[in-house]
């Protein structure tokens, strides 16, 4: 199931909410917007994030889980889950496929794991049906979107802290028929079958500042490069191949 958390963490591009949209999106976009900015604006802010997957019908019942670390600086990043490491600098974005030994170099792109513009607005565009909701109790947000019948998400639900501006928790719930065969849905996860509709947890935590250096983020500890289009694996991935997946490199 590993394949759905990286489809739900990688599937989303910035787009626009539809000019159509309600008043009630609209504030509901000005709270996403204070969440992106909060995200965009820390300074060596690091936390935990745990993936739980579940059964629709057995929410509480988790069939597979995967864990995190994501660093954040302004516009430079590093997330570790399981065996995928990511970085993002102001000259690369690197990919460290640990279980494959592989290392994937490309132009910097923008971090989209906590950038909930992205995942709302990718979600809501050209979709007509989709109802927002958002309910405030003292410091926290809830917001949730409905999808129409026939989508692959049917409803995902954002916790959000107003004071901080920070992720709690994000679920969805979709159908896994689109994301992975139909032989996978019949294995056995680590407490159960995977069934056709299914929910993704996400729970941050352990929020905390000046817990590492710059140095997290320099490419130098993984690679060193040569030349134009000329790059060597540093001494720690020495038995590592490097991929170019941008030919401005």
């Not at 513009?117 to 405030?136: E, M, R």
Request: overall charge neutral; glycine content about 4%; charged content about 20%.
């Amino acid at each position: 199931m590993k394949r759905i958390f990286l489809l739900v963490i990688m599937g989303c591009t910035l787009v626009s909410i539809p000019a159509s949209a309600s008043d009630t999106t609209s504030a509901v976009k000005q709270l996403m917007l204070k969440v992106q900015q909060s995200y965009k604006s820390a300074a060596y802010l690091s936390f935990h994030v745990l993936y739980r997957y579940a059964n629709k019908n057995q929410p509480d019942k988790y069939i597979d889980t995967m864990s995190g670390e994501v660093a954040l600086d302004k516009n430079r990043m590093r997330f570790s889950l399981q065996d995928v490491e990511t970085i993002t600098n102001d000259k690369y974005t690197i990919q460290v496929m640990k279980d494959e030994k592989l290392i994937y170099l490309s132009t910097p792109r923008s971090a989209q794991v906590t950038d909930p513009v992205a995942i709302l607005d990718s979600l809501l565009a050209k979709l007509n049906g989709v109802s927002v909701q958002v309910t405030h109790k003292k410091d926290i947000a809830t917001l949730n979107v409905n999808f129409p019948p026939g989508q692959t998400y049917k409803n995902i639900t954002m916790v959000i802290n107003e004071s901080t501006g920070y992720f709690q928790k994000v679920v969805y719930e979709l159908s896994t028929e689109g994301l992975v065969e139909k032989d996978q849905l019949m294995e056995q996860g680590n407490n159960g079958e995977y069934q056709s509709e299914g929910r993704i947890e996400i729970v941050f935590s352990q929020y905390r500042k000046g817990q590492f250096t710059d140095a997290l983020f320099n490419e130098a500890r993984y690679f060193t490069r040569l030349g134009q289009g000329k790059y060597e694996p540093s001494e720690q991935y020495k038995d590592y191949q490097i991929f170019l997946a941008s030919p401005k490199l």
